[in-house]
Structure formats: structure tokens, C-alpha cells
């Protein structure tokens, strides 16, 4: 049941109207309900995996919090390590297992000239989300940052609500657990911003994401038979296929959770406008950034291993250099992860390790670019400074896409080259674009895309210099409204691509 | 204190520790930042930060950052 399908907006429908329906307190049992009826729609054989993690969830965080209570801080303490460890190897080995075991298998097969015969493992959907949300509500439990539920039904309600199982956002138990439990009654406000989220999240991804995708795909299946032009045209359109289709589905999810009265964190925060890679990654997929920031990259840099470390470089190096490497080389390993985490293939690596070293290059550099910026006479907030910045990040953010995108790590690396040495500005008038009319529509498909990135662009602007263009719609008659949300519900479909036609989200593969 | 703010004065001198009191939630000290002060914090002061403590409530001011070394110490 995908996200833009008709099936999908009935059983929204349904659950919304039942939820204000009910007696209050079964509202939370009613998400649990359809939470599972979703998920099972979405293939029941893997179900188990999601149950498995949800029990040992449920009882690891249950059993620490009575242990805090009952035994004494240290013993507390190593008990609870104890059950800490099982529960993230239990959790992410399964992960680890569904998603690795046959790219491990392919390597050994290409190293040791082995045949080893890959494994039927079918992946279930959103085990990356569900695994690291629920993972990370262990670790606040046993950090004693939140309080265990002690009801299996709640915890489980928390692991699998249905908008965001899928693809997300990675939510902390401190604050959607609260928000999935209490009762909500109608609040027509929020139901109508809610609404105006969801067609745009449906306008980003069906008309900006579709529509780019078949150009993006046949660009990056053939790089041998296009020039650097169409290099730079198939990876601004990933750039933004990706984002339209990872963020109109973010804002889908974060409406439909509205319907609720449930608010779930924000995952993309405009993106585009970043000034560094770091502030990339604070823009983009902002809820993936902060676990590993609170779950990987804090516990590595404070280890008893990488202390030790830092006090060896500070006394054999320098007391800088010993402050910032070891910070370097967490920052490095966790975005290995994130590379990781997208995927099991060398590209992904290569993608995760080439954003960790210019986090951590310019994390180290960091006094240099003070005394450089001082001795060139550039002010911090001077708008030719600040735009040069957003350029900058924008480029090191597309050539990371080549890796993400490409089908692998030679062919990201072929099309790089070939975007330099083998440009032909002529294919843009000699009539190339239109790729031997191979793509259904493409002459209007570039129309829809520049007209889509272009409202997607002002839109954002607008939110960037905290310009709410949306509050104003709210002040206009309901009449007028209407009117509007009509037009665009017609628009939609009209300009966008069926979800027939076309395939789910690129995150539910995650 | 005075130590406090000169550690924060030396890895982040463009911000006023004196009022801010929003350090982490407007972004003035990123997660490189953090660790640095708490890298210089452990030495300076003699205490064993964990991550459990890098919570914002510990970092959006000096005061807090005063209050939560004062805690580890005692």
C-alpha cells in the first residue's frame, strides 16, 4: 500500500475518522491497530522480525528500569550494560544479517574466487527505521534519559505507528511517546494545516520526484552514451528527485501524523540552503544526524579508548591536535555508518566515508579558515560570502550523489570524468535532450521540473527568511480555500506521475 | 567559572557566554565544539564526562556548563 495510492487515502480516512470516533482512551489502541494492519499490507511474512524487535525492546527496557530501582548504581550499572549489549546485538545483528549478508557473500565470492550461493533474504520494510528508533529508546532508558514503558501494547505502538514506520523520521520516546498515548479531539486548525502539508508533500513527490526520475534513471543506467552535459543534468535532477521524494514523503507522513495530532520531528530543514557539509547534514535527514550524533558519535569520542588516545596525542602531538582528532576519526567512523546504513554496497561507503573526511578536515582546519577569512577580509555575514557558501556545499553535495547514485563505484567515478573532459555544451540546442525521444513526455517533463523546482525553490526561500507564506492562506475565507485546495488536488495527478506508472519511495528501501 | 569561560573563549570565540543562554538550541556550538569543551573540561576540572550529560540542558550556557562540572566534582 504505497503512500500515493487510493488504497492508502481510504485507510488514512478510516483511521483518522474512527481515532475522533472511539472513547478517547482506546485512541492509542486504534493507531496500534491500523500501525499493524498497515505494516501487514505491506508483505506479513516479515512481520516477525518487527515483533521480535518490539518484545525484546519491551523487556530489555522494562527489566533495566526495575533494576535501577531495586539494586545499587554500579551493580545497576553492569547488569544493565549486560542486557544493553544483548539487546543491540540481537537487534542489529538481524539487521545486519537481512541487509549484509549477501553483499558480504559477493565480496568473498570476488576475493577468494569462491562460489558461495547468495541467501533468499527478503528485507523487511522500514527495519532500518524501527531498529534504530527502537534501539535508541533502550539507550535513553538505560542512560536514564527517559522512563521504560512498562505497558508491551504502548512500547509496541511506539515501534510500528504506521505514517512513519516506512521511511521515518527516526522519533525519540520522549517525545512521541507522550504525544501517541494521550487523547487528542478534533482541532480543525491543525487538521487543515495538516491537509496543505500533504498536498505538498504529493506535489514534491509526484510531480517533482516522478516526473525527474525516468530522465535521472536513464542517465545514470547508461553513463557511457552521454556527454558531461547530460552528467550535470542527470544529477541535478537526483539532486532533485531525491529530494522531492525523501522530503514529500517526510511531509506526507508528518501531515497524516497531524490528523492525529501528532507531531513528529522535522527531517529536512531546507536542505539546499546549507553553508557547509556539516550544516548539510543538519538540514538533511536531521533525525538519521542526530541519533548518530547521540548514540554513536558521543559514546566513541567519550570512550575510555579514544580518552586514552587524546591524552597520547596531546602529550605527543599537541594539545589541539589532541583535542580535534580524536574527534576527527568519530566523525569519520560515523559517517562510515551512514554509508552503511544506505545501503550494502562499496558506493554507499564511499559516499558515507566522503562526507565524514570533509566534516573532519574541516573540523580540524577550523582556526585556519578563522586567520584565512580574517587575512582576505571577508565578513561572516556579508551576503556575497554567505551565497558563495550555499554554492560551495552545493557542488560537494552533488558530487556525493554521484556515488549514491550510480549503479557503482566505477561508474560514479567514469561519470565524474566524463563531466570535465567530455562536456559538449552543444546537446543543449542541437536537439540531444530529448534522448531519441526514449522517455514518454520528456519535452514537458523538463517543463514540470523547472516549474516544480521553481515553486519548491520560492517556497523555501520564503521559509528560509521566515516568510510564512502558508499563515496568510489560513487568514483567507474558507470559501477561498476550498477553492484552492480543489485546484491543487486537481493539479496533482493532472502534471504528476501515477504511482502506477512509477515506483514507492526511495527512503521505504532503507 | 573564570576558567570556564576562557576554555570557551579559546574554541568558540564568537559567542557571549556572559548572556547566551541558548547555546545549543541556536546552533552556536556544534557537535565538534562540544566535544572539545568536554575534552577540556575533563582536563581542566578533573571530571569524567559521559554522553548520558551532552543533553542541551547542560550546554545552552555557562552557568549550566558551571553547574554541571560542580556536580561531577562533588
Same mark, same amino acid.
Given at each position: 500500500m504505497s503512500l500515493t495510492s487510493l488504497m492508502f487515502i481510504i485507510f488514512v480516512l478510516t483511521a483518522v475518522i474512527g481515532y475522533y470516533c472511539i472513547p478517547k482512551r482506546y485512541q492509542w489502541l486504534w493507531l496500534l491497530f491500523f500501525s499493524y494492519i498497515y505494516y501487514l499490507s505491506t508483505g506479513a511474512r516479515t512481520v516477525y522480525y518487527l515483533l521480535i524487535t518490539t518484545a525484546s525492546t519491551y523487556l530489555v527496557g522494562y527489566f533495566m528500569s526495575r533494576i535501577q530501582k531495586d539494586k545499587d548504581d554500579r551493580a545497576a550499572r553492569r547488569v544493565n550494560r549486560r542486557l544493553l549489549v544483548l539487546a543491540l546485538l540481537l537487534n542489529f545483528g538481524m539487521l545486519a544479517y537481512l541487509k549484509y549478508t549477501n553483499f558480504l557473500i559477493a565480496n568473498l565470492n570476488d576475493l577468494l574466487h569462491a562460489q558461495l550461493n547468495f541467501k533468499d533474504l527478503l528485507l523487511p520494510l522500514g527495519i532500518s527505521f524501527y531498529t534504530f528508533q527502537s534501539m535508541g529508546y533502550l539507550l535513553d532508558v538505560y542512560w536514564k534519559k527517559c522512563e521504560a514503558e512498562t505497558t508491551p501494547l504502548r512500547l509496541a505502538l511506539f515501534v510500528?505507528?504506521?505514517?512513519?514506520?516506512?521511511? !521515518?523520521?527516526? !522519533?525519540?520516546f520522549s517525545r512521541l511517546g507522550k504525544q501517541l498515548f494521550t487523547s487528542h479531539t478534533v482541532d480543525w486548525e491543525q487538521m487543515e494545516r495538516s491537509f496543505l502539508l500533504i498536498l505538498y508533500g504529493f506535489f514534491k513527490k509526484m510531480i517533482l520526484a516522478d516526473t525527474v526520475a525516468p530522465i535521472v534513471d536513464h542517465i545514470f543506467g547508461n553513463p557511457t552514451q552521454f556527454s558531461g552535459v547530460f552528467m550535470i543534468i542527470g544529477v541535478l535532477g537526483y539532486s532533485a528527485q531525491l529530494y522531492g521524494d525523501f522530503s514529500g514523503g517526510m511531509d506526507v507522513v508528518q501531515g497524516i501524523s497531524g490528523l492525529f495530532g501528532i507531531t513528529l520531528d522535522d527531517n529536512f530543514k531546507r536542505p539546499f540552503f546549507a553553508i557547509s557539509i556539516t550544516d548539510f547534514w543538519h538540514r538533511w535527514h536531521i533525525t538519521l544526524g542526530t541519533w548518530m550524533k547521540d548514540y554513536v558519535f558521543y559514546p566513541i569520542s567519550l570512550s575510555k579508548w579514544m580518552s586514552r588516545f587524546s591524552k597520547y596525542l596531546k602529550t605527543h602531538l599537541s594539545k589541539k591536535l589532541g583535542r580535534t582528532i580524536p574527534i576527527c576519526i568519530a566523525n569519520i567512523l560515523v559517517f562510515l555508518i551512514v554509508g552503511v546504513w544506505h545501503g550494502a554496497a562499496w558506493k554507499y561507503i564511499i559516499y558515507g566515508l566522503y562526507n565524514g573526511v570533509i566534516i573532519g578536515i574541516s573540523g580540524l582546519l577550523t582556526n585556519c579558515y578563522r586567520d584565512w577569512k580574517k587575512a582576505l577580509h571577508i565578513q561572516d555575514k556579508s551576503h556575497g560570502w554567505h551565497i558563495f557558501q550555499i554554492l560551495r556545499t552545493f557542488l560537494l553535495v552533488n558530487i556525493s550523489w554521484f556515488f549514491d547514485r550510480a549503479d557503482t563505484v566505477k561508474d560514479a567515478l567514469f561519470m565524474m570524468k566524463n563531466t570535465i573532459l567530455n562536456f559538449h555544451i552543444s546537446v543543449l540546442w542541437d536537439g540531444s535532450l530529448l534522448m531519441d525521444n526514449t522517455i514518454l513526455h520528456i519535452q514537458y517533463r523538463y517543463i514540470i521540473v523547472i516549474a516544480a523546482c521553481l515553486v519548491v525553490f520560492i517556497i523555501s526561500l520564503l521559509q528560509e527568511k521566515k516568510i510564512t507564506f502558508a499563515q496568510s492562506?489560513?487568514?483567507?475565507k474558507p470559501a477561498v480555500r476550498f477553492v484552492l485546495y480543489l485546484v491543487i488536488l486537481f493539479v496533482i495527478p493532472l502534471l504528476g506521475q501515477t504511482p502506477m506508472a512509477e515506483g514507492g519511495f526511495i527512503y521505504a528501501q532503507f | 567559572m573564570e576558567k570556564l569561560l576562557e576554555i570557551l573563549e579559546d574554541i568558540q570565540?564568537?559567542?557571549?557566554?556572559?548572556?547566551?543562554?541558548?547555546l545549543i538550541d541556536d546552533g552556536i556550538l556544534d557537535s565538534f565544539a562540544i566535544l572539545s569543551i568536554v575534552s577540556e573540561l575533563e582536563d581542566a576540572f578533573g571530571v569524567s564526562i559521559t554522553p548520558a550529560e551532552i543533553i542541551p540542558e547542560n550546554f545552552n550556557s555557562a552557568q549550566a556548563l558551571w553547574n554541571m562540572v560542580e556536580r561531577l566534582q562533588a
Open positions: 510500528s505507528f504506521f505514517p512513519q514506520i516506512l521511511q !521515518g523520521p527516526i !522519533g525519540r492562506i489560513y487568514t483567507w | 570565540p564568537e559567542a557571549d557566554y556572559e548572556n547566551c543562554t541558548t
